[in-house]
C-alpha cells in the first residue's frame, strides 16, 4: 500500500497546525474565484455559440472598438491602483491607501459610465437584448461583468468607510488583500472579454 | 405475471396487438410463460416481452440491432453482478462474528497487484461492450439505402404531424396526416423531425430506439419493420416531458404490405367531399366557421374543384375518418368518442387552450367551442364521413 | 485519557438556551443539527409527493391527480429530495463532522457557514411556498428549455430559476467554507493522506459543487432573462438553441450526481472498516478513485443526450468516458468487500445499511453502464428504467449511505444509542420495499413506460409492476416511520453512548457525545490514519489487532494550548443577510408583477446590504492561536 498507516512522525507534518485567518480566508477567495472562471466560462461559452447567430440584426460591426480599449486601458489602470493602495496598507499607511482606494474606485465608476454609455450606443443602432441570440448573450455577458466591477466598487467603498472610521486591520471581516485579489480577477476577466468579445470579432 | 398474458381485447384505442400467425416463430417468445421464479422471471422479463409498446418485443432491423446489443450488456452485467454480490454475501456469512472467537483480525491494508487486477478485468469488459456499441451507433446513424420511403415528422404540444414528402396528390400537395402513421414493411423509411414548439421525443419502442424533435434542429431516424410485421399496430409515444398532455400524446404506427401501403397512400391523396346532404352538410358550415381556424383539410366542391379549407396549425382533418384514433390515440375514432371531444376536449385530455395566441401560432390545445348537441352531432357526421 | 475541561478559559460563554441561540448560532455543530432537521422534514415533504404520485400511477387511468397536479408533484419531488434532502443532509454531515475528523475546532468560516444554511432555509420555504402562491414549478427537475420558457403567464419556473439559484449560492458558501476548513485547519500531524475517507469525499464533492453550480447559474439566469426580459437564448423561432440548456444543465447535473453519493460512498467507508475491526482496504486507491470519479464526472454530461441527435463521434466519446467511470467505482465496490473479507462484522444496523449501499449500489452502478451503451440507452432514456436507476443510486446509494451515517454518528450528536431492533426493522423494511418499488421499474421502463407521465392506458402490459410499485413505495413510508419512532425515542430512552461506543477508528470518538462547544479540550496529534484506532491498538506477529497497555500513549499526544480557546462570538447578522438575499429573490420571481416584484427585491436588497455590512464591521472573536 502507498500510504502505511504506520508513517513515521515527521516534524513537517505539524506544519498544517498553523492557523493563520490570512491563511484560510485567501484559500477561500481562490476557491471562490474558481468558481467564477467556471461562471464567465458559462457565459462566453453561450457567446460564442452565437457570436454570428444576428439574425440579420446588428452584430460585431458595431463594436467601437478604439472607445472599448480605452475603457479596457481605464479598467487595467485600476488594477495598478489597486496594488498601490494594498501596498500602502501592509505599510500601515491608511491616508495613502485611502488615497489610491478612491483613485481605484474613481476608475471603476469610470470603466461602468464607458459601459452604460456603450449600451445606450447600441440599443440605439438596434441592437437590444431581444434582437437575437447575439445580442441577448453579449448584453449578459458584458452586463454581469459590469455588476461584478459595481460589486468591486461597493466593496472598495466599504473598505474606505471602515479606513476613515479606523477599523481597517486584518483582523476585521473585509481586507484589502482579498478585495485587491477578487479587483485584480474582475480585471483580467474583462481582458478575456474583451478579447473574445471584440478582438475576436474583427 | 405480466409477462405471460397477450392482448386480445381492444381497450383504448384501437392498435391493440392482433393474434399475429407467428410465421417461422420469432425468437425469445414464449418462454418467460413457463418459468414462476421471481430472480429469473425478471431477468427474463428484462430479455423478452409480448408486449405490444415494449422494446424487448423488436419488430424492425434497428430495434433488433439493438435489442442484440442490450442482450449482450445485460447478459456481462448478470455475470458480474452475481460474481460481485455472491463475494459480498459470502464475506457477510464467512465472516460475520461468532462466539467465542475473541481474536482480532488481521489487519490488512491493502493489496496493489489486487488493485490492478480489480481495475483491468472491469475495464476488459468494458471495451467488450464498447467495440459493438461503437459498430451499431454508426451503423444506426448511417444514411437509409435504397428506396427509401420519407416522412417529415414534426412534434406539437400535443399531437405528431407526418408529412410525406413523395407522396402527393394532384396539386402537388405532400400526404399529411397525424398521430397514426403508415409504413410499408421490408423498405426503410427515413423520418426527418423537428418541433413547432417545445421538445419532443418519437419513440415507438419496438420499432426504433426514441430520438428527440428539437425546435430549430432537424433530427433522423431509421426504420426497418421486418417483412412479416405487415397488418400489425405499435403503439408508440412522446417520451421527452412536453407539459400537460406528455402522456396523452401518442401515435400508432400501421405497418403494412406493399400494396396496401400504396392503396393507403393513393386514399389519403383524395380530397374529402364537400358534403351535399344529410347532417353533415350544415356540419361543414360550423366546420368552416370554427374548425378552420386551426384545422385544415383539403375538399372538393360538387363540380370537382379542389380547395384548402383552413389553417394548418392543427391536425389535418381531411381523412379523420379513416384514423382509427383521435386525440393522439387517447380514444378510438368512433361517433361517442368524437362527440366527447368536439364538446369538452380538455376533458378527454388535459389542455391550455386558454393560453391559445392564433397570432404567433401558439396553440396550446382546442378550447371547447360551446357547441350545442345538434351542432355536435352535425360535426360528427362530417368527419366521420371523411375517410 | 485524561480529561481537562477547559470552559473557563473560553474566550466567551456560549448561551445554549432559547430560540434566539439558534437563530445566531454559528457553531458547525448546531449548524449541522439544523441542516439535518430541515433534511429530514424535507426529506418527508418529498415522500409524501412520492407516495401521492405512487397512488397515482398504482393502475392505470389514475384520476386522484390531474395532470397540472400531478406535473407539479414530479418536479418538486425531484427538486425536494435532491436538494431540499440528500444536498443538505450531506451538508449536515460535513458540517457536523468534518471539524470533528479533522481536529479543528469549527469550519474556517463560521458566519458564512450560518448564512449559507439560513439560505438554504429561506430558498426552500420559498420554493415551496409556491404551492400555494401561483404553483409550484412543473417543468421537471432539469427544467428543459424551451418548455422552461414558454409559459411565461405563470411565475412557475420562475421559482425554479430563481429558488435553485439561492440553493446554488448556499452550497457554493458552504463548500468554499469545507474546503477552506480541510485545507488549512487540520489538527498538527494531520497530513491529507491521514484524513478519513469521509472528509476526503468531502473534499471532492465541495469542488464539485465549486466548479459546477456557477454553470447551472448561468443557464438559470439565461432560462430567467428568457421568461421575464425578452432574451431569446433558448427561444428556436428567434435562432435560440433549446439544447444549450441541456449543455449547461448537465455539465452541472452530472457532477451533481456525484456531489449526492460520494459523501455516502464516504460514510460506509468510515463505517465498514469500524464494524469489520479491519483498516480500510485501500485507502489510496479509495481517496483516489473518488477524486478521479470527480474529475471524470465533468466530461459525461452529453450521455444524458444520446436521443437529441448529437453527432455519432460526440456520441461515442462521451459513451466511452462514461464507460471509464465505471472503473473507478468498480474499485470502490471491490475495496469496500476487500474491507470486511477476512474481518470481525458486527451486523448492526449501521452495517446493515452499508452492506445494503454496496449491494444496492452495484445494481444502480451496472445499470449505469447500460446508458453508456448508446443505442440501448436510446431504448432506455427518459423511461422508467431511467428512473430506476438514478433511484437506485440515490436511495439504495446516498439514502442507505445516510442511514448507516445516522445509526453510526448519532450516539456522537445526541450521547445517545439508537435502539438496535427498531433499526433492524427499518432495515428490512426499507431494504424490502425499496427493491419492490425501484426493481419493477426496470422492467417497465423496458417495456415502454416513459417517465413523468401522469396516467398511461390498459392494455400495455404496465399495470402489475406499477401496482407492485405503489405497494413498495407504502413500505418504504412505513419503513421511515419506524425509524423517525426510533430517533425520537431514543430521546428519551436511549441508552448512553460514551465517547467511543464503537470501539472506532478516528478522532471524532475521542472527545465527548455530544463534543463541546470547542470541540476537544485537547487537540489530539495525529501520528497516523485512524489514529484513535492505534491509540487503542498495536498489532502482534500474526498481524492481529491487540490491545495496548492502558495509559500507553506516544507523546506529545495533545497540542498544549497557549493562552486559551478562542470561540466566535454568535451573530444575528446571517441570519439578515440570508433573509435579504431570498427577499430580493422572491422580488425577481414576482417581478412580471410589476410594483410587487420590484418593491420585494428593493427592500430585499437593502436587508441584505444591512446584513452583509455589519457582518464585514462585525469583529470576530476568533484569534488566530
Excluded at chain 2, 97 to 106: A, L, T
Excluded at chain 3, 105 to 123: T, Y
Excluded at chain 3, 318 to 325: A, E, K, Y
Excluded at chain 3, 575 to 586: H, K, S
Aim: one cysteine or more.
Amino acid at each position: 500500500m502507498a500510504v502505511a498507516t504506520d508513517d513515521v512522525f515527521e516534524e513537517h507534518d505539524f506544519e498544517s497546525t498553523a492557523d493563520p485567518i490570512h491563511r484560510t480566508r485567501k484559500t477561500a477567495m481562490w476557491i471562490w474565484l474558481g468558481s467564477e472562471v467556471f461562471f464567465f466560462g458559462a457565459m462566453i461559452s453561450t457567446f460564442l455559440l452565437y457570436r454570428n447567430t444576428t439574425n440579420d440584426g446588428p452584430g460585431a460591426e458595431i463594436f467601437n472598438v478604439p472607445f472599448t480599449s480605452a475603457s479596457s486601458f481605464i479598467l487595467l489602470t485600476s488594477s495598478l491602483t489597486m496594488v498601490l493602495a494594498d501596498s500602502a496598507f501592509q505599510r500601515r499607511d491608511q491616508r495613502q491607501g485611502r488615497i489610491w482606494l478612491i483613485g481605484t474606485v474613481g476608475l471603476g465608476l469610470t470603466f461602468l459610465a464607458g459601459q452604460i454609455f456603450e449600451f445606450t450606443e447600441f440599443v440605439e443602432q438596434g441592437l437590444t437584448l431581444s434582437t437575437s441570440p447575439f445580442g441577448s448573450a453579449f448584453y449578459m455577458l458584458t452586463g454581469f461583468h459590469g455588476a461584478h466591477v459595481a460589486a468591486g466598487v461597493l466593496m472598495l467603498s466599504l473598505l474606505i468607510a471602515f479606513s476613515l472610521r479606523g477599523r481597517l486591520s486584518p483582523d476585521h471581516g473585509m481586507n484589502v488583500e482579498l478585495t485587491a485579489l477578487y479587483w485584480h480577477f474582475v480585471d483580467i476577466v474583462w481582458i478575456v472579454i474583451f478579447t473574445v468579445v471584440y478582438l475576436l470579432q474583427i | 405475471m405480466t409477462l405471460g398474458y397477450r392482448l386480445i381485447r381492444p381497450s383504448y384505442g384501437s392498435y391493440v396487438q392482433r393474434p399475429v400467425a407467428n410465421a417461422g416463430g420469432r425468437r425469445r417468445r414464449s418462454v418467460s410463460r413457463t418459468l414462476s421464479v421471481v430472480p429469473a422471471t425478471v431477468l427474463l422479463a428484462a430479455c423478452s416481452s409480448t408486449l405490444p409498446q415494449s422494446s424487448l418485443n423488436p419488430k424492425s432491423a434497428e430495434a433488433r440491432q439493438i435489442d442484440d446489443l442490450w442482450i449482450l450488456v445485460l447478459v456481462l452485467a448478470t455475470i458480474v453482478f452475481v460474481v460481485v454480490e455472491a463475494a459480498l454475501v459470502f464475506a457477510i456469512f464467512r465472516f460475520r462474528k461468532r462466539k467465542n472467537d475473541d481474536r482480532e483480525p488481521k489487519q490488512i491494508h491493502g493489496n496493489t497487484t489486487l488493485e490492478i487486477v480489480w481495475s483491468i478485468i472491469p475495464a476488459l469488459i468494458l471495451v467488450a461492450v464498447t467495440v459493438p456499441t461503437v459498430r451499431t451507433v454508426f451503423d444506426l446513424r448511417s444514411p437509409a439505402e435504397g428506396d427509401v420511403v420519407r416522412v417529415n415528422v414534426t412534434g406539437h404540444q400535443w399531437w405528431w404531424e407526418f408529412e410525406y414528402p413523395d407522396i402527393v396528390d394532384d396539386q402537388g400537395r405532400p400526404l399529411t396526416t397525424a398521430n397514426e402513421l403508415h409504413l410499408p414493411v421490408g423498405r426503410t423509411t427515413e423520418l426527418t423531425m423537428t418541433s413547432a414548439d417545445v421538445i419532443h421525443s418519437f419513440w415507438v419502442p419496438p420499432l426504433a430506439g426514441k430520438r428527440d424533435l428539437v425546435p430549430g434542429h432537424e433530427t433522423f431516424i431509421k426504420i426497418t419493420p421486418d417483412a412479416d410485421r405487415a397488418g400489425e399496430e405499435i403503439p408508440g409515444q412522446c417520451a421527452e416531458f412536453c407539459w400537460l398532455s406528455h402522456a396523452d400524446m401518442r401515435l400508432l404506427v400501421f405497418l403494412q404490405t406493399e400494396s396496401d401501403f400504396a392503396a393507403w397512400a393513393a386514399g389519403e391523396t383524395q380530397p374529402a367531399n364537400i358534403p351535399t346532404d344529410g347532417l353533415a352538410v350544415s356540419g361543414f358550415e360550423t366546420f368552416k366557421a370554427i374548425c378552420a381556424l386551426c384545422h385544415q383539410a383539403v375538399v372538393a366542391e360538387p363540380d370537382g374543384t379542389v380547395t384548402v379549407v383552413g389553417e394548418a396549425l392543427a391536425p389535418d382533418l381531411t381523412h379523420f375518418g379513416s384514423r382509427s384514433t383521435l386525440g393522439a390515440r387517447v380514444e378510438s375514432n368512433t361517433a361517442e368518442h368524437l362527440a366527447q371531444w368536439i364538446d369538452n376536449p380538455s376533458a378527454v385530455k388535459p389542455m391550455a387552450p386558454d393560453l391559445n395566441d392564433l397570432e404567433t401560432g401558439r396553440i396550446l390545445g382546442m378550447p371547447d367551442y360551446g357547441l350545442d348537441d345538434e351542432e355536435i352531432a352535425e360535426l360528427v357526421a362530417l368527419l366521420e364521413g371523411w375517410s | 485519557m485524561a480529561v481537562t475541561t477547559l470552559t473557563e478559559d473560553l474566550g466567551y460563554t456560549p448561551n445554549t438556551d432559547g430560540v434566539w441561540s439558534w437563530l445566531t448560532t454559528v457553531d458547525h455543530k448546531r449548524i449541522g443539527i439544523m441542516y439535518g432537521v430541515s433534511a429530514l422534514v424535507f426529506f418527508i415533504v418529498g415522500g409524501l409527493e412520492a407516495l401521492l404520485i405512487r397512488i397515482q400511477l398504482a393502475g392505470p387511468n389514475g384520476t386522484l391527480l390531474s395532470a397540472d397536479a400531478y406535473n407539479q408533484l414530479f418536479t418538486m419531488h425531484g427538486i425536494t429530495m435532491i436538494f431540499a434532502a440528500i444536498m443538505p443532509v450531506a451538508a449536515a454531515f460535513q458540517n457536523y463532522m468534518i471539524p470533528l475528523q479533522i481536529g479543528a475546532r469549527d469550519v474556517a468560516f463560521p458566519r458564512l457557514n450560518a448564512f449559507s444554511f439560513w439560505l438554504f432555509l429561506f430558498g426552500v420555504l420559498m420554493l415551496m411556498s409556491s404551492f400555494f402562491l401561483g404553483g409550484s414549478p412543473d417543468g421537471a427537475w432539469t427544467g428543459y428549455a424551451n418548455l422552461s420558457t414558454q409559459v411565461t403567464e405563470f411565475v412557475r419556473m420562475d421559482y425554479y430559476a430563481i429558488g435553485l439559484q439561492l440553493l446554488g449560492v448556499a452550497s457554493i458558501g458552504s463548500s468554499a467554507n469545507f474546503i477552506a476548513t480541510i485545507f488549512t485547519m487540520r489538527a498538527p500531524g494531520m497530513t491529507m493522506m491521514r484524513m478519513p475517507v469521509f472528509t476526503w469525499m468531502s473534499v471532492v464533492t465541495s469542488f464539485l459543487l465549486i466548479l459546477s453550480m456557477p454553470v447551472i447559474s448561468v443557464g438559470l439566469w439565461q432560462m430567467f432573462l428568457d421568461r421575464n426580459f425578452g432574451t431569446v437564448f433558448y427561444e428556436a423561432q428567434a435562432s435560440g438553441d433549446p439544447l444549450l440548456w441541456q449543455h449547461l444543465f448537465w455539465v452541472f447535473g452530472h457532477p451533481e450526481v456525484y456531489v449526492l453519493v460520494l459523501p455516502a460512498m464516504g460514510i460506509i467507508s468510515e463505517t465498514l472498516p469500524t464494524f469489520s475491526r479491519k483498516p480500510l482496504f485501500g485507502y489510496a486507491f479509495v481517496v483516489f478513485s473518488g477524486i478521479a470519479i470527480g474529475f471524470l464526472g465533468f466530461g459525461v454530461w452529453a450521455h444524458h443526450m444520446f436521443t437529441a441527435g448529437l453527432s455519432p463521434v460526440a456520441e461515442v466519446g462521451f459513451g466511452i468516458v462514461t464507460m471509464l467511470i465505471a472503473v473507478p467505482t468498480g474499485v470502490k465496490i471491490f475495496n469496500w468487500i476487500g474491507t470486511i473479507w477476512g474481518g470481525k462484522l458486527t451486523l448492526n444496523t449501521s452495517m446493515l445499511f452499508s452492506i445494503g449501499f454496496i449491494a444496492m449500489f452495484i445494481i444502480g452502478g451496472l445499470s449505469g453502464v447500460t446508458h453508456a451503451v448508446i443505442p440501448a440507452d436510446t431504448q432506455q432514456h427518459d423511461s422508467y428504467y431511467v428512473v430506476a436507476h438514478f433511484h437506485y443510486v440515490l436511495v439504495g446509494g446516498s439514502a442507505f449511505g445516510f442511514i448507516a451515517g445516522v445509526y453510526y454518528w448519532l450516539p456522537k450528536w445526541t450521547g445517545k444509542m439508537l435502539n438496535e431492533t427498531l433499526g433492524k426493522w427499518h432495515f428490512w423494511l426499507m431494504f424490502l420495499g425499496f427493491n419492490l418499488t425501484f426493481g419493477p421499474m426496470h422492467i417497465l421502463g423496458l417495456n415502454g413506460m416513459p417517465r413523468r407521465t401522469y396516467r398511461y392506458p390498459e392494455g400495455l402490459g404496465w399495470e402489475f409492476w406499477n401496482g407492485m410499485a405503489t405497494i413498495g413505495s407504502f413500505i418504504i413510508g412505513v419503513s421511515m416511520l419506524v425509524f423517525i419512532w426510533n430517533v425520537i425515542n431514543t430521546r428519551r430512552k436511549g441508552l448512553p453512548a460514551g465517547n467511543d461506543p464503537w470501539d472506532a477508528r478516528t478522532v471524532e470518538w475521542m472527545t465527548t457525545s455530544p463534543p463541546p462547544i470547542h470541540n476537544f479540550d485537547r487537540v489530539p496529534v495525529v501520528r497516523h490514519l485512524d489514529e484513535l484506532w492505534h491509540r487503542k491498538y498495536g498489532v502482534d506477529e500474526e498481524g492481529r489487532a491487540v490491545p495496548l497497555p492502558d495509559g500507553y500513549v506516544e507523546e506529545p499526544a495533545f497540542v498544549e494550548e497557549a493562552g486559551g480557546i478562542h470561540m466566535p462570538s454568535p451573530s444575528y447578522y446571517p441570519i439578515i443577510a440570508a433573509f435579504g438575499l431570498v427577499t430580493a429573490g422572491a422580488g425577481l420571481v414576482f417581478w412580471s408583477s410589476g410594483i410587487l416584484g420590484v418593491g420585494m427585491l428593493v427592500i430585499g436588497a437593502a436587508i441584505m446590504l444591512w446584513g452583509v455590512v455589519g457582518w464585514a464591521a462585525e469583529p470576530i472573536t476568533r484569534e488566530a492561536h
